[in-house]
């Protein structure tokens, strides 16, 4: 069986500081994982996605997640938040398995 | 090169009722999923059209089916709506099945929320 955890429901941080949004899987076989963003009133956009190569992932806009494999964890970080980050960031594992979402805010 | 196109953007029906969402996939893209968003929720795996035909469903019941024409647009159709469809329905196109190993990238379209009163 497959699942993903997303840690926190709700992330605010200030701009110019460090993102990170946690993110732990569960699955029965070698996983992939993906990263998705969804701004108000727009489709979810693919960030980064990680599928059994280099276990350090670079995605768009200075997105990167780490693939640790005895942590069963893929979380999502970037060393500068931007305004234009806040937005709703999915973590996926599979067969298209979404966890429930972790709303970013970025505060001036 | 278009994007994926959904149709409407905003619905309301009664308890009941049927309703029929539309989708045009990305040019060149053979694969349609729906997913169902309820608010504060991540999306969940509806179904799958691979060329036509319907390959991978989640645990949606019968009454949510669906249709892929032959220019890879698609259809999804909800009978006997209850109030828990209440949601932002979500389309994604791809080349070639996403679903397990078979990875590919999906674009998504911007939804169409229904709301059933």
């Known amino acids: 069986a497959q699942s993903v955890t997303q840690l926190d429901s709700h992330v605010s941080v200030s701009e110019g500081t460090p993102v990170l949004l946690r993110c732990n899987y569960s699955?029965?076989?070698?996983?992939?994982l993906f990263w998705y963003v969804q701004h108000p009133n727009k489709g979810l956009q693919l960030l980064l996605k990680?599928?059994?190569?280099?276990?350090l992932v670079k995605g768009i806009n200075g997105f990167e997640a780490e693939f640790k494999k005895s942590e069963t964890s893929f979380h999502l970080t970037k060393p500068s938040a931007h305004m234009s980050d806040a937005a709703e960031y999915f973590c996926?594992?599979?067969?298209?398995?979404f966890g429930a979402g972790t709303r970013l805010t970025v505060k001036p | 090169e278009t994007g994926v196109t959904q149709s409407p953007t905003h619905l309301i029906k009664t308890r009941g009722q049927q309703v029929t969402l539309r989708c045009s996939s990305q040019s060149g893209h053979n694969t349609v999923s729906w997913y169902q968003q309820a608010l504060g929720q991540g999306p969940q795996f509806i179904f799958q059209?691979?060329?036509?035909?319907?390959?991978g469903r989640g645990n949606f019941p019968p009454r949510f089916s669906g249709l892929q024409f032959p220019n890879y647009s698609s259809e999804l159709n909800v009978n006997a709506l209850e109030l828990d469809d209440s949601a932002l329905y979500l389309c994604?196109?791809?080349?070639?099945?996403?679903?397990?190993?078979?990875?590919?990238?999906?674009?998504f379209g911007p939804g169409t929320r229904l709301t059933v009163l």
């Open positions: 059209y691979y060329r036509e035909e319907e390959n």
């Open positions: 990680y599928t059994s190569a280099a276990t």
């Open positions: 994604a196109s791809s080349l070639g099945l996403v679903l397990q190993s078979s990875y590919n990238e999906q674009f």
């Open positions: 996926v594992v599979n067969d298209m398995r």
């Open positions: 699955s029965s076989y070698s996983p992939s």
